[in-house]
């Protein structure tokens, strides 16, 4: 088998001078469908658990399967062409499978790029195994023993601090792996039974960790500190989106004399005396904001009923979607630690495993597996875009490529499709031209 870097090598670099979201501009996501011109050929011999491109390049296609296998796709080139030129068929540039002298022995859960470049990879499996992969060599250069099942795994986009990777597992603690020491950093302790089936890394702080547990609670751990600084309750709700934030300009005059008074109220010692964090005043309506871990009756709060089997951060890292196995799809507003109450029309859910959400972030869409089908849900309204239809047994994972606008889906029956915005035979013609015009370049 050639090794990544003779197939990278091999190859002139050069792209089709015509990118495939250039083509579509004129298209809407809500169109949808499944691609006539483009064929991922699956390597995958059981139900794929992980999907993933590469935030560097945006060109390679993790793959994770209950086979123990491992794959990765180019999604730019193709491997060769059918139906005269008009589908591209895109097979395997390499596979990692449990015949590999350090492949994992069972079903692997999950499969990240390295958020810097692709010259490594990470995999997370049932044999309590994580393994960190050199590209170029299909070598383990870091193992990290788990003590129990891998579920999920989850590297920082933003991180320049740490190259930490954060680990869910049947264990209730959360581990942090460090890649540049091949040790643990630290565990975080607060979930409470059955494990962590879900982390995900804030996409607007390198510090913020977001875990979710069979327990029913989804946390916030700032890494830097102990304890969990955030607890969702969904009994904590607020309508739609959050208020915009007032300008400088818009402030009175009549709020700032207000504040300059207050102010000055304390500094002179008048104000009221300030408690010790944990405490609450004996009297009075004012009452002082706990810790979530400070009390145990709001330390046992949930987000939903039963295991959460998802969790997706919006871009701006303003709003955190969640699925459990109450069959319930929540949005909540991070900064207020409420629901927005957004009522996502009927979802059914795979209840027995964790499940990878996607979201587009132009038209506001998240992609959610509901069985054997994907449905678009419209993030603020909760009304069904679209519902796709291809697969024939449940979905597990949705992967969105911003680049090209294509949505890539895996699930139990072996298969990663790719759903493309409909084209016109006129694009399809346009584009076979275009590729003619780089082969012959080239």
């Known amino acids: 088998m050639q090794t990544w870097?003779?197939?990278?090598?091999?190859?002139?670099?050069?792209?089709?001078?015509?990118?495939?979201?250039?083509?579509?501009?004129?298209?809407?996501?809500?169109?949808?469908?499944?691609?006539?011109?483009?064929?991922?050929?699956?390597?995958?011999?059981?139900?794929?658990?992980?999907?993933?491109i590469d935030f560097s390049e945006r060109r390679y296609l993790l793959s994770a399967a209950s086979d123990s296998s491992v794959a990765v796709y180019d999604i730019q080139r193709a491997t060769n062409y059918e139906g005269g030129g008009v589908i591209s068929k895109h097979s395997s540039l390499f596979v990692v499978d449990k015949q590999h002298e350090s492949g994992h022995k069972y079903a692997v859960s999950s499969a990240i790029w390295y958020p810097i470049d692709t010259g490594l990879f990470i995999t997370a499996s049932y044999d309590h195994h994580i393994n960190v992969w050199d590209t170029n060599t299909t070598k383990v250069v870091v193992n990290f023993k788990m003590p129990g099942?891998?579920?999920?795994?989850?590297?920082?986009?933003?991180?320049?601090?740490?190259?930490?990777?954060?680990?869910?597992?049947?264990?209730?603690?959360?581990?942090?792996?460090?890649?540049?020491?091949g040790a643990f950093a630290h565990t975080l302790s607060g979930h409470r039974a059955d494990g962590v089936m879900n982390v995900e890394w804030s996409t607007s702080s390198e510090w913020v960790l977001i875990t979710g547990g069979c327990d029913g609670a989804i946390r916030f751990w700032d890494i830097r500190r102990a304890g969990c600084f955030r607890l969702l309750d969904q009994s904590r709700t607020q309508l739609g989106r959050r208020p915009p934030i007032l300008k400088h300009s818009a402030i009175t005059k009549d709020s700032s004399t207000k504040l300059r008074t207050a102010q000055k109220k304390h500094a002179n010692g008048g104000g009221s005396k300030q408690l010790p964090i944990g405490r609450v005043p004996s009297k009075g309506p004012m009452k002082q904001r706990l810790h979530p871990g400070m009390l145990s009756t709001q330390d046992r709060a949930t987000a939903h009923y039963g295991a959460v089997t998802g969790l997706k951060v919006t871009e701006d890292g303003m709003y955190l979607l969640s699925t459990g196995s109450d069959s319930r799809l929540r949005l909540w507003d991070v900064e207020s630690s409420c629901d927005t109450l957004v009522n996502y029309e009927t979802v059914r859910l795979q209840t027995s495993k964790p499940i990878q959400l996607a979201t587009a972030q132009d038209s506001a869409l998240v992609f959610v597996p509901c069985m054997r089908t994907v449905k678009a849900f419209d993030m603020w309204s909760g009304n069904t875009y679209t519902t796709l239809g291809g697969h024939y047994e449940c979905v597990n994972a949705c992967w969105f490529n911003q680049q090209d606008q294509e949505l890539y889906t895996g699930g139990n029956d072996r298969q990663i499709l790719v759903w493309s915005p409909s084209r016109s035979i006129a694009d399809q013609m346009d584009e076979g031209a275009n590729e003619d015009q780089d082969n012959w370049s080239s």
């Not at 169109?31 to 139900?47: A, F, P, R, Y």
């Not at 891998?150 to 792996?177: F, N, P």
């Open 149 to 181: 099942k891998v579920y999920k795994t989850a590297m920082s986009t933003l991180a320049t601090s740490h190259m930490l990777i954060a680990a869910g597992t049947e264990d209730v603690q959360v581990r942090l792996c460090d890649i540049a020491s």
């Open 5 to 52: 870097k003779q197939i990278r090598d091999r190859e002139d670099g050069k792209l089709p001078s015509r990118t495939f979201a250039n083509r579509i501009k004129s298209n809407r996501i809500s169109d949808l469908q499944l691609s006539n011109h483009k064929e991922i050929v699956s390597s995958h011999k059981g139900s794929i658990n992980s999907l993933q």
